[in-house]
């Protein structure tokens, strides 16, 4: 249905171009956040961006700190390229999400890059709204999580198969996503998905499925929660892998709303732990 890369395991269709992205991504100058911990609170010590991304950071009701991206066009027109190097600091907490869906806009050829370095006994909340291509779009994205091994992060990668309400479903050319995850140096997990009509018929392939998620928990800040999140990944939608670091869930669902209802279902009382305080009541 997609083609999927586990660390050490690159899909031979996919490794070239993969690589020749990530070395034009990596040369992108970009935007830089920094969190630190002040007191019991964590705050925005540095914020940069560079157009089209926008960081907004509102008050939070929590202890964490709360990032938005946002941009001037409302999402990814013809060639845009972001890049945003994050740094959590000791102890620090951040919850980075978007300030709506993520779209990718018609016939755009758009490329995003997320790295971000979480320092000892810090947490990262990585949970965007889902990425939507519309028609002829293509998009690349790629996140890095670079752990010291006390920290943790929780990092969700959803996306859509299209501008569903408009009946642009499966109509975009290509969506490519990769996470990457490392602590204290050492690779964990390398988790990629591609998705085109280059390998078939899109929508005979994902059959009624048409919004998809990948959770990755990692870290030793975040360690309690994985069997609670294995237990409550545990439905036909769902699918859960548990290993030493942390785990990683799968969910696909019908409609986005039930997409974003069983990912709450799933995290939302971990990530309201981590957070001091559920970042999602009041965001529409």
Not at 4 to 32: C, F, I, K, Q, Y
Not at 156 to 174: K, L, P, Y
Request: aromatic share 8%; proline share 5%.
């Amino acid at each position: 249905m997609v083609f999927l890369e586990e660390a050490g395991h690159e899909s031979p269709s996919s490794r070239g171009s993969m690589v020749n992205w990530a070395t034009v991504m990596d040369a992108t100058a970009g935007s830089l956040l920094a969190v630190e911990r002040w007191r019991d609170r964590s705050v925005v010590t540095r914020s940069r961006s560079v157009a089209p991304l926008r960081l907004l950071s509102p008050a939070s009701r929590g202890h964490a700190a709360w990032v938005y991206q946002s941009s001037l066009g409302g999402g990814f027109v013809g060639a845009d390229a972001i890049a945003l190097d994050v740094e959590v600091g000791a102890g620090a907490r951040l919850f980075l999400t978007s300030q709506a869906s993520s779209k990718v806009y018609r016939r755009a050829v758009s490329r995003c890059r997320v790295d971000a370095s979480i320092a000892a006994a810090g947490v990262l909340v990585a949970w965007p709204d889902p990425i939507a291509c519309f028609a002829g779009a293509a998009f690349d994205q790629r996140q890095r999580f670079r752990l010291a091994r006390s920290a943790g992060v929780i990092a969700v990668d959803a996306w859509t198969a299209g501008r569903i309400a408009h009946g642009e479903a499966w109509a975009f050319e290509r969506l490519a996503l990769r996470t990457e995850i490392e602590i204290d140096g050492a690779p964990v997990l390398a988790d990629a998905v591609v998705v085109s009509p280059a390998h078939g018929a899109l929508a005979a392939r994902m059959a009624r499925a048409r919004a998809f998620a990948t959770i990755a928990i990692a870290g030793e800040a975040v360690a309690a929660a994985v069997p609670e999140i294995a237990a409550r990944a545990a439905a036909p939608s769902s699918a859960v892998s548990v290993w030493p670091w942390g785990a990683v869930v799968r969910v696909a669902a019908p409609t986005t709303e039930q997409l974003v209802a069983t990912l709450h279902a799933i995290i939302g009382a971990p990530v309201r732990d981590v957070l001091g305080a559920d970042p999602f009541v009041r965001k529409w």
